[in-house]
């Protein structure tokens, strides 16, 4: 009995182009209260969003007179750790600072 079909053990390979996807962006947004001071709000984004001393005046300013203030523009998880971050800070510091997370 004569064997008609050959098998070869061959590989195929497909050639694929990586796609570098950039990831979608966040803006960080520190809100104004009646009660987390100035000195409070340049330590938070000193420590924790990595400002310079002139840029964390220049953000905390905006906060204070336009009622919020763009602290960063991060990838989700990033924007979300910094936001809780800011929070266990302000808690364990006696203040009610806020911020919240918007498409950038």
């Not at 709000?41 to 964390?56: R, W």
């Not at 750790?81 to 929070?87: C, G, I, N, P, R």
């Amino acid at each position: 009995m004569a064997q008609s079909d050959q098998h070869t053990d061959a590989v195929v390979r497909e050639r694929v182009t990586p796609k570098n996807q950039e990831p979608e962006l966040y803006r960080v947004l520190l809100l104004n209260d009646d009660y987390s001071t100035m000195d409070f709000v340049i330590h938070v984004l000193e420590s924790v969003f990595t400002k310079s001393p002139a840029e964390a005046y220049r953000i905390m300013l905006a906060v204070h007179t336009q009622g919020q203030g763009l602290a960063g523009i991060y990838p989700w998880e990033v924007a979300e750790t910094k936001v809780d971050a800011l929070v266990t800070l302000a808690r364990e510091s006696g203040h009610p600072l806020q911020a919240t997370i918007e498409d950038a």
